[in-house]
């Protein structure tokens, strides 16, 4: 299996351009999860998913737009990047059972706003 | 923000000696768990321990958690150069989707050989 996957690794924007960060699970996770991290702050939840069809706001959700058309998919769009959105996005999977809540990370995507 | 704080910010020890890493969070929760992170990795799970538990252990790791305190720690026993990375404890709120977790700002561990 190869996890939750996640592309591009590294891109570079300029102020007011838009992009798709893509993420891909093959676990036939129900939940799907979009993470910030940036230095000093932990990791902040952006978006989530508890199944097809069904998104919500985590705590930073301004400026990025999610979907969730399919089980394995869960990409994060930037709708105006700004500089303020350089970070390092996580996407995570897990099941939804109240029995773990352990989430299955992809490796990051860094993303630098000029 | 339910997000925690973890203490210390930065912890360096020696090959051999135990690592101990402490967090506190302000909401009832359903578990609380821990991560590692390595640098320029994603973070891997390593423990999970319910609120209904006190004391978790996997192999050289050893969760508590002190639900009156809102407070856990997590001590690595016998640290090795390979333990350095950075540790983020997390919380599952109680009563709200299973898998939003929230996260502290980390320990960055470091272990001299």
């Known amino acids: 299996n190869a996890g939750v996957t996640q592309t591009p690794k590294f891109q570079v924007l300029k102020t007011g351009q838009s992009m798709t960060l893509q993420c891909a699970q093959d676990?036939?996770?129900?939940?799907m999860s979009w993470y910030r991290q940036d230095p000093g702050m932990g990791l902040r939840l952006i978006h989530y998913s508890v199944g097809a069809g069904i998104t919500d706001q985590g705590e930073v959700p301004n400026g990025y737009n999610v979907s969730r058309s399919t089980t394995e998919d869960f990409p994060l769009r930037l709708l105006s990047a700004a500089p303020s959105q350089t970070s390092v996005y996580f996407c995570?999977?897990?099941?939804?059972?109240?029995?773990?809540?352990?989430?299955?990370f992809g490796e990051g995507s860094r993303l630098t706003v000029l | 923000s339910q997000q925690g704080e973890e203490d210390p910010q930065a912890l360096s020890i020696q090959e051999g000696e135990n690592a101990t890493m402490n967090c506190s969070y302000k909401t009832s929760i359903n578990n609380l768990q821990w991560y590692r992170q390595n640098s320029g990795r994603g973070l891997v799970h390593l423990i999970l321990i319910r609120s209904n538990e006190r004391e978790k252990h996997s192999g050289r790791l050893r969760v508590t958690l002190d639900t009156s305190k809102k407070s856990s720690s997590l001590l690595i026993t016998a640290s090795r150069a390979a333990d350095t990375a950075s540790y983020f404890c997390?919380?599952?709120?109680?009563?709200?989707?299973?898998?939003?977790?929230?996260f502290g700002q980390g320990t960055i561990l470091t272990v001299h050989p």
């Open positions: 676990m036939n996770h129900e939940y």
């Open positions: 995570a999977s897990s099941y939804m059972t109240p029995r773990t809540g352990e989430l299955f």
């Open positions: 997390a919380q599952n709120a109680g009563g709200t989707s299973y898998g939003k977790l929230t």
